[in-house]
């Protein structure tokens, strides 16, 4: 995407009307789940996006981006063209914050490549980001909805989501679930021993999404590394022979290298899509209910997530378990039919 096409920005005016973000007056059908999508794209960043925008049952109503796999402005762009790719420019982008609540930002070039979505070019959107900021674009969307029926789903992380709950506690009320992907329990971190990256990035911004008494669904890297996209599951996608089976599958060959390398797996662990596969068909996973809490103070540990039952009612669910080929049978075909 040129930067000049990023650079556009939609105005939304002083009085903040668009912040119902979803462009279409249509009603929503029955049963189907509104989410506002919370990420740092990264490859499996925008496979998740990709199944959400092809799932019937879910509506995305908005996308937020956040500083983490890459900085901003790189995690706004690839928003942009990621919807761009799927014809889907109806889907509102704010861009978030641009670093984590107290630390500096740590980033993952590493694993993900320069651009953040190496191995596939994403076409120029023809429309902008959006004026209001991320934070406040969450706030604005909650306070505008019933209680208990916002499903927030961070698939990076938390910063802009802790951010929003700092400034505007009254939105804890309107959410009805976060659903995340972060953290390990008794799986290795993944960027230090203990930690996983979303939890690692902004540990501070994650206890105050843990003790904000909101419903909060948890996908640790304990699931994720179960959830292994095999070469058969790539070329069964690349199959299809679409541009957004093609980019999709060319994103998963460039980031699996890292964790085949790294852990020896067999294929790429598809951490993000968990999120939204749950949300789709939530029989697809198993969890257990607990006390969650994350290390914010001691340098060797900070990030890591962990399990503290005696100290109070659970906070989370943590998802442990994935029936694996019935979730990239659904990955395959839904992002291969969009
Ligand atoms: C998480 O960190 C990022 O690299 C991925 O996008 C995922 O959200 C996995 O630890
Ligand atoms: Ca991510």
Redesign the pocket.
Known sequence: MSSDSFAQEIDEGHDGAEAHSHESDAPRAMNVRPILIDT?P?Q??AIAILLALASPELEVTAITSVA??VPQPLVTENSLGLLALAGREDVPVYRGCERPLLRDLVT?EY??GPTGVDGAVLPPASVGVRSTHGVDHIIDACLEAPDASVTLCP??PLTNIGMAIAKEPSIVGKIREIVW??GAFDEAG?TTAVA???AYVDPHAAHIVFTSGIPLTIFP?DV?HKALMLPHHVEALASYGTPIAEAAAGMIRYYEIYDVDKYDLPGAPL??PCVIGYLVDPSLFRGSSHHVRIDTTNEETIGNTYVEDSAGEPNATIITDVDAERFFTLVVERIGEM
């Open positions: 740092d990264g499996d960043d983490g796999n993952a694993v993900h698939i990076g992907m972060g993944n996983e990256f979303n890297l994720t951490h993000d």
